[in-house]
């Protein structure tokens, strides 16, 4: 194994791998015969379980990454010989009669989650075609289905047992005083709902992408960002030219950022794209020296710089993007929100707009038991929360069992296994447990967004449109909006995107000497995101194949290999991914769920919030419970036009534990 791949692959930007640290992962490759890419794969899952943020390189991590590699191998070899000398039993054994099954039906029964020979009228070789019956839902042995042969580390857990539920782990104005003692249940609901985004557009006819439109969305981003930055710092046309044609003049080049190689962008392989009309849609090197950045593949820039050699463009100066300014409201319309929150104008007794936000998956990967969801709903319930906005996946199409379609429904729900759908697994699943909430409390209002992982949507790209809310089954305070979407909230401005744009900003993000927002990784690519203007700017996405594995499971019992797969990913259609722009104001709070660590920060003057997953693959998860004063006008506001909302500075944003 080449010590030259091994720091190309593991190593920082500009930084070398120490001797004792290539010496160990070596060691790991030689033993588990690893190739250096299998083993970066092998370590980036392991981060990911011990957190991202905390888990870096050394030598104290990589032994301790060895030992991980070795206990899963011991667990794995301790499986199949306890399998493997239970078939062995059963062999000696008097083989059943014909009716009852052939010897090799003994198996059967062998193996986690499959039928015994009792419960087998025939034997099903590997080239029989499924049952209807097992394709949808499995039977109705357990209420929740079952898990045919999980990789070994899955252990099933309680999710009654599970540590500290309802801890705050993070909180954002936590000296704000939220509750009002004395405010009563509101008798209707307190917020009013209005898209700010042109909802029927996302109905689009996807997996039709046409190249001509997709570089032509891409060449006007270029553009138009180059009008930005023209307007907001007052340059003359001749400020601009092309960074790859050589010329001894200092230029002003706008372009997108991306990679010349194949491999994972490093700071060796920054280049800078030019638009068609700008730069012919040439790439040239960047040749940055000591100048500090955050880049990712996507990010739109402008650098001033000259290109004397032709070779690459030694960049002098970054040029800042102007931000779009903050959403404002006028002291008329303040009143008017002011007093639907309390009809009787006593902002004393008052109770805050309570909010509570989530994100999918809502069940682990053991069970579809959907327990914490039916954890947050009743937490709902019983706050009276004014607005509950849930993010998809709801219907998980990367959860083993929905894979497999080896699973049932509840007792309660009227349908047969052989007849019913996945439509009819949401209405049990998720539909019912809304209805209940609004039952409870018809004055919450619930927001659905949905997620490309969703099972249930024929609508697969990003870009994506809302949730069939009538075929679903959904009550009428339920709202099904799009992904990403752009509403008010009363006054206040709320962007919402279920595609995870921070793992893959994280994944590809090559930094020199930036600091950033106080050397915050989190607070600088939710500030990438504000100034790039876009739910999602990366461009092109992650490779599927480096995102987090889904769950594997065995399709046949005797199957002695899981079926191998690969991560959704973010399924752009770039002829649309205008409809993932930000048009006219910052949102004043930002929903972005995401697998890294959950937060809630100010950024930008925008209250941006990860969720996180309200259900881990073997674990419980996190939400976001925010309680918002009324933003009231004061005496010497009231000759003023417009009101910014300062959401920042009166929100509560608590990170909390189901």
Known sequence: ???????????????????????????????????????????????????????????????????????????????????????????????????????????????????????????????????????????????????????????????????????????????????????????????????????????????????????????????????????????????????????????????????????SINTASLVLETSRRMGAGLRVPLNLENLPYDFFPGKIVALKGINASGDAFKVSEMITLPLLSLPASTPAELEVHNARLNPSQDFDRTAPLKVIIASGPYTPDTNLSYSALHALLSRASDSKADVVVLAGPFIDVEHPLIASGDFSLPESYPVSPDRANLTDAFKAFISQPLTQLANSSPTTTVILVPSVRDAVLKHVSWPQDRLPKKELGLPKNATCVTNPITLSINELVVGISSEDVFFEMQRQLVSQGSKGVADDLLARLTSAVIQQRHFFPVFPPLDPEKLPKPTTYDVKADSEEPERRVATGACLDTSYLKLGEWLHVRPDLLIMPSALTPFAKVVDSVVAVNPGSLSKRKAAGTFIDMKILPRLVKADETDRDVLGHELFNRARVDVVRI
């Open 1 to 263: 194994m080449s010590i030259t791949e091994l720091e190309k692959i593991f190593a920082q930007p500009n930084e070398g791998l120490p001797e004792e640290v290539t010496t160990e992962l070596q060691s790991i490759a030689r033993l588990h015969s690893l190739s250096e890419q299998e083993l970066f794969y092998k370590w980036e899952a392991y981060s990911l379980k011990l957190g991202s943020e905390n888990t870096h390189l050394n030598f104290k991590t990589v032994r301790d990454f060895k030992k991980d590699l070795q206990d899963a191998l011991e667990r794995e070899s301790r499986s199949k010989t306890q399998i493997h000398s239970s078939s062995k039993k059963a062999v000696h054994n008097t083989p059943r009669p014909a009716a009852s099954g052939d010897v090799y039906g003994v198996l059967d029964g062998l193996v986690a989650g499959t039928p015994g020979p009792r419960a087998t009228s025939k034997r099903r070789n590997e080239f029989e075609t499924p049952s209807a019956k097992a394709i949808k839902m499995g039977t109705r042995s357990s209420p929740h289905g079952h898990l045919g042969a999980l990789t070994p580390d899955a252990v099933q857990t309680s999710f009654a047992d599970r540590p500290n539920p309802g801890q705050i782990i993070e909180s954002l104005n936590s000296n704000l005083v939220t509750e009002s003692p004395d405010a009563n249940a509101p008798g209707e609901s307190r917020v009013k709902l209005k898209a700010n985004t042109e909802i029927a557009k996302f109905n689009y006819k996807n997996m039709a992408m046409k190249l001509s439109e997709a570089s032509e969305i891409l060449d006007d981003r270029i553009d138009e960002f180059a009008a930005l930055v023209q307007q907001h710092h007052g340059f003359p046309d001749s400020a601009f030219g092309n960074p790859a044609a050589r010329s001894t003049s200092e230029i002003i080049a706008v372009g997108r950022i991306a990679s010349d190689s194949e491999g």
